[in-house]
């Protein structure tokens, strides 16, 4: 398919571009996009069915418009289109399901986090996904009965009520303990997905399938006032050129950690509102889109990490970040005053 995207980039006529686009897209992009959807989160019926259908609409079109972009301007190489395509479906969900479902995200980060982090646990790929558990297991399949994590999630209130624990949340401390009982309980390997779901249960950290998609951009703010500047896209526009016109460095230190004062992550916004697209954002940091996204799914990154990606310190970061807010405001007054700042 490389050879067929050359073809397509070099063609000297747009009736042999457009037959290569129709092979590009129709007989290898989209059985790409079709089995990562099937194997993926929103997989499955009911509500999701829709969903996968209109993210694989999406997709195409993306990767429709990335394609004629890349014949007018063969510079911005695409040197694995599988993987690219691949790569290209998985930020897609990602972001999707972050928007759609935030608590459900926010606490899926928090548990890879933990797995990755507590030399307890473990988090690995297995024959079936990804899998955690106790770092002992490591490496094996999951064997935990399907009925048996049923259990939980018909009543978790009553099996929390049969532990020891004492109490329930998303605090990292409560998260581990909870994660010590559910695998002494199940005594093997658990999906992460599965994982998420149960703590989800009874932990109540559950959201609405329902709501409409534009309504999620609300429980990403949370004052008003955001929530207005958000509403206002004339402003937001602003804002985004305004961050464009700061030095490299402090665009890098300000959208790389761009978030409220809860933490939760806020450059995704600027694709879903359409005020950027994701290589639009990868050029304003001056990433290479492919390396870019690598770091989508772990934004908001933390400031020692943002530092070894700028040579810094942690501290220099920080002042970046300062001086990019400070700037922000002096050029746009009560707007980029309503941008709440990282704790």
């Excluded at 996009?33 to 969903?51: N, T």
């Excluded at 473990?122 to 106790?134: D, I, R, V």
């Excluded at 490496?139 to 624990?165: C, F, M, N, Y």
Aim: proline share 4%; hydrophobic share 40%.
């Amino acid at each position: 398919m490389d050879h067929i995207l050359r073809t397509f980039i070099e063609a000297t006529d747009e009736v042999q571009a457009d037959h290569c686009l129709t092979i590009l897209i129709d007989e290898h992009a989209t059985p790409i996009v079709k089995e990562i959807l099937g194997h993926g989160e929103i997989a499955g019926a009911g509500p999701y069915s829709q969903d996968a259908s209109d993210l694989l609409n999406d997709i195409v079109i993306n990767l429709v418009s990335r394609l004629r972009q890349l014949r007018h301007d063969p510079t911005q190489d695409i040197a694995d289109f599988r993987s690219y395509v691949a790569g290209t479906t998985y930020n897609a969900c990602n972001f999707y399901l972050r928007q759609k479902f935030p608590r459900r995200s926010r606490l899926k980060n928090r548990l890879r986090y933990l797995l990755s982090h507590d030399n307890h646990f473990a988090l690995w790929s297995g024959p079936s996904g990804l899998l955690c558990g106790f770092a002992a297991w490591r490496d094996k399949d999951e064997h935990a009965s399907g009925r048996l994590l049923e259990k939980i999630r018909q009543d978790p209130g009553q099996w929390v009520q049969s532990t020891s624990l004492t109490r329930v949340s998303v605090d990292r401390a409560d998260l581990t303990a909870l994660l010590q009982v559910l695998f002494q309980w199940s005594q093997s390997p658990i999906k992460l997905n599965e994982l998420v779901n149960i703590v989800a249960d009874i932990c109540h950290e559950k959201d609405q399938p329902n709501v409409p998609l534009e309504k999620v951009l609300n429980l990403a703010a949370t004052t008003v006032d955001f929530e207005t500047t958000l509403e206002q896209q004339t402003n937001l526009e602003l804002f985004w050129r305004e961050v464009c016109a700061l030095p490299r460095r402090q665009r890098v230190a300000l959208l790389l950690n761009f978030r409220d004062d809860r933490g939760q992550e806020l450059t995704s916004l600027l694709p879903f509102t359409r005020t950027a697209t994701i290589e639009e954002i990868a050029a304003a940091l001056e990433f290479p889109v492919v390396e870019f996204l690598k770091l989508w799914n772990k934004l908001p990154l933390d400031d020692i990490t943002i530092a070894e990606l700028l040579h810094a310190t942690r501290q220099q970061v920080i002042n970046l970040r300062k001086c990019a807010r400070e700037r922000l405001q002096r050029r746009m007054g009560s707007v980029a005053a309503n941008i709440s700042a990282a704790k």
